[in-house]
């Protein structure tokens, strides 16, 4: 069991909750607010599948290669990453510190004949209750919480012996800068203005270096890659603008 000082403090940003939570209404739409994080999900599941089934030895051919596992998705927002992992067979929780998402994302699941643990809840919270689960998804979320430091020690804290942890964010460079805020939210409207803050962007540097306090190592790093004549994205090298990481935590 955790000890609950460990994890004095808040993770959360109000204002961020609040812009998430006035736009709740379009997470499930592909063409609405959300229409990034609907193109980017094909990427960003299949390097979530390919590490889990090759670190737990798993068969890349089964329909539900997940089944028996427990999975927490910490800042699940409307529930885009908890619903097509439920489908591979994952006992999935999703996490949410704004309550509007989470109506949102369990009505969703409920009419989709899903069953999907939501909690309006934070990753300190279940950190200080020394829930454990055998796979911590926080898919873009650090950009948005106000201590860093302390999310990654709470999240990490709930993975497992032999379990892993996925996340994945924006890098803080001039190209982000200039594509993922100038682009996306002047100039092609994809997102509103002000939903994220260069300054809060993290570099792979600076992820890692949260790790090495924790019991998890950062094995994994990728980039994710957009090409705006496919309006595709893709997996590479090239982590200047959105990345990816896997992290184990020995047996």
């Known amino acids: 069991m955790a ?15 609040a812009h998430f939570s006035a736009m709740a209404a379009e997470w ?6 959300f229409r990034p994080l609907h193109k980017q999900n094909p990427t960003r599941l299949a390097f979530i599948r390919e590490n889990i089934i090759a670190h737990f030895g798993l068969d890349e051919k089964a ?5 028996g596992m427990n999975m927490l998705d910490i800042g699940c927002g409307g529930g885009l990453i908890c619903e097509p992992m439920t489908r591979m067979g994952a006992s999935m929780t999703g996490a949410d510190a704004s309550e509007v998402n989470i109506g949102i994302a369990s009505t969703h699941a409920k009419e989709n004949g899903l069953e999907i643990d939501y909690r309006a809840t934070t990753a300190e919270s279940m950190a200080e ?6 796979v911590v998804l926080a898919m873009e979320v650090v950009e948005h919480v106000s201590d860093v430091p302390l999310f990654i020690k709470a999240c990490t804290s709930m993975v497992k012996p032999g379990g892993l942890m996925f996340m994945s964010t924006l890098n803080r460079t001039m190209k982000s800068w200039a594509l993922a805020i100038i682009g996306a939210e002047y100039i092609l409207r ?8 260069w300054d809060k962007f993290v570099t792979p540097d600076e992820l890692e270096a949260a790790f090495e306090n924790t019991a998890l190592i ?11 004549i496919l309006d595709r994205w893709s997996r590479g090298a090239d982590m200047d603008i959105n990345y990816m990481v896997m992290c184990e935590r020995p047996e």
């Open 3 to 17: 000890n609950q000082s460990s994890f004095s403090g808040s993770t959360v940003d109000e204002a961020e909750i």
């Open 28 to 33: 499930w739409s592909p063409t609405g607010k």
């Open 63 to 67: 329909q539900s290669p997940f089944a």
């Open 129 to 134: 209750a020394g829930e454990q689960f055998d």
């Open 190 to 197: 994809w997102l509103p203005v002000g939903t994220h803050q």
């Open 218 to 228: 950062m094995t994994r790093k990728e980039g994710m890659i957009y090409n705006p």
